[in-house]
């Protein structure tokens, strides 16, 4: 276990970051100084250009292929950071699949595929950082506001993200001791390729103004809140889920 961090340099794992929500986030830690590990499961290429756009700006980034679904995967990310990094401050679990049908009709592939990367996943993020990170640390899950609407085709995908709220609540109270805080944010509509899939130009129109700000997020409204959690001046928000989605719950 690291306990302490020698270098001074902040260093972040983000999960899911080769596009979307993950990559904005990965790019707003680079730009407040934070060396990042940027995950991706497949998209190499993209996740090459995220890399390649932080060093451009003079961050400091490494793209590192693990796919969340598998038990070694948090394991792989960590042992980077402590290759290049010297360990991790950070960990934002981001990565995350979407599939969509009526409880009676989903079957047991699509309930292996969703519970395996949005709970497996951050669970074994979750139990990885709590004895990998440096004290004084940041955990930052990414739930959804999908969580509250309780909206038909959603129940799969929203009773994950309710048990990452709820393992959440848990792990902040348990490495409270070593100054780690445990937070959620949960995005409500936002602009992304895993969002607006399968939605037509009608759809998304209608969806945005049930949002009282009168548009859809982008992924940088969510980086910047995960910004602020992963911050040093975050450490009195703690075992918190913030609902990032305009007004709309």
Same mark, same amino acid.
Request: no cysteine.
């Given at each position: 276990?690291?306990? @302490?961090?020698? @270098?001074?340099?902040?260093? !972040? ?45 003079? =961050? ?27 360990? $991790? ?17 989903? *079957?047991?592939?699509?309930? &292996? ?22 004290? =004084? ?27 990452? &709220? ?35 130009? $009608? ?16 992924? &940088? *409204?969510? !980086? ?26």
């Amino acid at each position: 276990m690291s306990t @302490t961090n020698q @270098t001074g340099l902040r260093a !972040a794992i983000v999960t899911g970051a080769s596009r979307g929500i993950g990559a904005a986030i990965a790019a707003r830690l680079a730009a407040d100084g934070v060396a990042v590990i940027v995950n991706y499961a497949h998209a190499h290429a993209q996740a090459a250009d995220v890399v390649a756009q932080i060093t451009e700006a003079d =961050g400091r980034a490494l793209a590192v292929q693990a796919d969340l679904a598998a038990p070694n995967a948090m394991k792989v990310l960590f042992d980077a950071a402590e290759k290049s990094y010297g360990g $991790a401050d950070i960990l934002v679990n981001n990565a995350g699949v979407m599939s969509l049908a009526p409880i009676a009709e989903a *079957d047991d592939a699509m309930f &292996e595929r969703i519970l395996s990367t949005n709970l497996g996943g951050v669970f074994r993020g979750l139990r990885e950082g709590a004895n990998r990170l440096r004290d =004084g640390g940041r955990i930052v899950s990414l739930s959804s506001s999908v969580v509250g609407f309780y909206q038909p085709t959603y129940g799969l995908y929203a009773a994950t993200k309710a048990a990452v &709220e709820a393992m959440t609540h848990i792990l902040a109270k348990e490495l409270g001791p070593r100054k780690i805080t445990v937070n959620a944010v949960a995005p409500g509509p936002v602009a992304t390729d895993l969002f607006l899939d399968g939605k037509d130009s $009608a759809q998304v129109n209608a969806l945005a103004k049930t949002i009282p700000l009168g548009r859809l997020g982008q992924p &940088e *409204d969510i !980086a910047s809140v995960v910004s602020f959690l992963a911050s040093p001046g975050s450490q009195w928000v703690n075992g918190q889920v913030i609902r990032a989605n305009g007004g709309a719950l």
